[in-house]
Structures are given as C-alpha cells and as structure tokens.
C-alpha cells in the first residue's frame, strides 16, 4: 500500500515570490507521483507527473517538482506565483506494479497567494 | 473534445434512501475511477473499472457499489445513505489504468444526505 503525506495544510505567499509545496510518500514498490491541482467548484486537473527518466519534471503553468527517491519527496516548486495559482494542490502516489496502480492522494495543501 | 461529464451536479437525498451517480468519460477512455472527497477525510479513491471489469477497489463498505458499461460510461450506486456519506463524489477517465497516466476529472456531484 501507498500513502501521502503534504506537510503543509495551508501556504500563503506573496504574489511573485517563489513557492514550494512539500510532498513525502511511503511505498514499499516503485511508484508513480504526480500533483494536481483544484480550483474553486472545479475538479482536479493534472500538473505534472512522474513515471521515470529525468527526476526533474516540468508541468503546466510554471510548476515543476523534483523526485527524490532517497528522501521519499516529491516537492513542487514555482519560482514566482501569480494571484491565478490561488487553489488547492494535491500530491498523489500509485503504485508501479500490477494491483497497486491506483492514485493515493494527500490531504491537500490550500496556496494563498497575498498581492 | 468534450471533458468527463458528472450527472447530476448536486443530489439531495434522505437518510435510507439510495443514489445512482452517473460519469461519462472522454471518447476513447476505458478507465473509469471515483474518489469521495470530504473536509474530514481528503481525496479517497471508491473504485476504478477498466473495459467493463473492476480492476481495484478502495476500503469502502459494500453499499458502494458500481459498473461500466461497453461504452466505457459509469454509474455509482450508494444503498442506505448515512449522514457521512455527504460529499462531493469525483469520477476521473483515463487512457489506460488509473495509476499510470493522466487522469481527467469531472466536476463533480455534491451529495447532501439529510
């Protein structure tokens, strides 16, 4: 089994500073990460994701995140953030192998962003 | 290209009774999966059905309950509403399996049990 966790339930920042939004999971196989991000009223839509390569990964909007196996982190990262990245963001984890391919989702961290 | 589409938007329904949420996924996704999200309990995932079969299951009991049909859209069904199973019910498609590609999700229907 899969868990998350997103340290920070809430993340308030002053437009143009740079942010970062902290991830540690726990797997006992190789997994997948990814964040997604929910609007007001909407659903989640996907940043970015991790599958393997480059343990750098760049995502829509600016964001990026760096997977660091080592530490179980997948912290997201944007260097200066607008008003429009106001939302909530998730961190999810699924499994690599068969029967554990499901997404295990955080709790959620809840980004300001003060003008 | 049309998005995943999540019937009805909001539900109100009384304690006992039961629901048939319905998702209608994006043309040529197999995958279906649904998450119950709550201020209390976050994200949680319900269960995920590919090409019909379910492929994985969350820990729910066993009034929740759902099915694909051949044309890949999804129904969940909840017997004997509690009070806790007011939330926000998200359905997602996918290409292929829920854990390994991009998910997309709908909107949303919003359940209040009263």
């Known amino acids: 089994a899969q868990s998350v966790t997103q340290l920070d339930s809430q993340v308030p920042v002053f437009e143009e500073a740079p942010v970062e939004l902290r991830c540690n999971y726990s797997?006992?196989?190789?997994?997948?990460l990814f964040w997604y991000v929910q609007y007001p009223n909407q659903g989640l839509q996907l940043l970015l994701k991790?599958?393997?390569?480059?343990?750098l990964v760049k995502g829509i909007n600016g964001f990026e995140a760096e997977f660091n196996k080592s530490q179980t982190s997948f912290h997201l990262r944007k260097p200066s953030v607008h008003i429009s990245d106001t939302a909530e963001y998730f961190c999810a984890v699924s499994g690599s192998n068969f029967g554990n391919e499901k997404l295990t989702f955080g709790t959620g961290t809840r980004l300001t962003i003060i003008p | 290209k049309a998005g995943v589409t999540q019937t009805p938007r909001y539900l109100i329904k009384t304690r006992g009774q039961q629901v048939t949420l319905s998702c209608s996924p994006i043309?040529?996704?197999?995958?279906v999966s649904w998450y119950q999200q709550t201020p209390g309990q976050g994200l949680q995932f319900l269960f995920e059905y590919f090409s019909e079969t379910q492929r994985n299951k969350g820990n729910f009991p066993g009034r929740f309950s759902g099915r694909q049909f051949s044309n890949s859209r999804s129904e969940m069904n909840v017997s004997t509403l509690e009070l806790g199973d007011s939330a926000l019910y998200l359905c997602?498609?996918?290409?292929?399996?829920?854990?390994?590609?991009?998910?997309?999700f709908g909107q949303g229907t919003r359940l209040t049990v009263v």
């Open positions: 991790y599958l393997s390569g480059s343990t």
């Open positions: 043309s040529g996704h197999r995958s």
């Open positions: 997602a498609s996918s290409l292929g399996v829920v854990g390994n590609t991009e998910a997309f």
């Open positions: 797997s006992s196989v190789s997994v997948y």
